[in-house]
């Protein structure tokens, strides 16, 4: 997998999980406001992956999982890099209605 797409997908899969979780859950996940104060905090998304450069196909960076990189990449043409990216699971978006700080705008 390319690495903007595994990227992409992650941080996608886990706003929507806490999006889900937003709607489901019996107590606020992530609210916009506690005790009428603003959340504005964020937390990050570490990211530690295997990657190399893959020259074929047009080159680019690939991802690759633990357990495939031993088997199939020989060491000298992986590298290991690390990254965070901060996310503000508080804040409020237009395409999470159900998010609580939304919430009150549509009650009033």
């Known amino acids: 997998m390319k690495l903007d797409e595994f ?5 996608l899969d886990i706003t929507k999980g806490v999006a889900d979780a937003q ?5 606020y996940v ?3 406001l506690v005790e009428n104060k603003k959340m504005t905090e964020f937390q990050l998304v570490k990211f530690e992956v295997v990657v190399t450069v893959n020259q074929e196909a047009g080159g680019g960076i690939r991802v690759w999982s633990l357990g ?12 290991r890099i690390s990254f965070d ?12 209605s159900n998010h609580h700080s939304n919430k009150e705008k549509t009650d009033s």
Do not use: W
């Open 68 to 79: 495939d990189a031993k088997a199939n990449v020989s060491s000298e043409k992986t590298n």
């Open 23 to 27: 709607q489901e859950a019996l107590l």
């Open 7 to 11: 990227v992409k997908q992650t941080l």
């Open 30 to 32: 992530a609210p916009g």
């Open 85 to 96: 990216v901060p996310v503000y699971f508080q804040a409020p978006t237009e395409r999470n």
